[in-house]
């Protein structure tokens, strides 16, 4: 069964290149660039896996984290966050927030994969597949 993966990042670009790369390694995804249209699709849509850009107008990645966390507790071992500025904002996350991993922006494609692949790897466990 093919994974399926929500990119939220509000840089069209940037979401369409890890988009992109994702589906060279057989993934299914889906892009979104506003993290209130993310939050309403993720009420109605299941994925395996998001990626959240943290660093977002209107609505940054940690508070759309939260979120989708306190609607769908499931959904915190099912998050990667991005960012160019990883460690910036830390100091008013919430305690949960800081052990959700972090892909550090600009990352290569073999990162990237890496880490999808661990975090799908976890997901799976967790669900008992």
Do not use: Q
């Not at 993934?27 to 990626?51: C, G, K, N």
């Not at 209107?58 to 759309?64: K, P, Q, R, V």
């Not at 600009?106 to 661990?118: E, N, S, W």
């Amino acid at each position: 069964m093919t994974r399926r993966i929500l990119v939220v990042d509000d840089d069209a670009a940037v979401g369409k290149t890890v988009g992109r790369a994702l589906r060279t390694m057989g993934y299914e995804v889906v892009t979104i660039s506003d993290p209130m249209d993310a939050y309403e699709l993720l009420e109605t849509h299941r994925f395996d896996l998001v990626l959240i850009d943290v660093n977002m107008p209107g609505m940054s990645g940690d508070a759309l984290f939260v979120a989708l966390v306190r609607r769908a507790p499931e959904l915190a071992a099912r998050v990667l966050l991005m960012s160019g500025d990883p460690w910036g904002a830390e100091h008013r996350w919430p305690a949960d927030l800081p052990r959700c991993p972090m892909l550090a922006k600009p990352f290569g494609l073999d990162v990237l994969g890496r880490m999808v692949a661990d975090a799908s790897g976890r997901t799976r466990k967790r669900n008992g597949g």
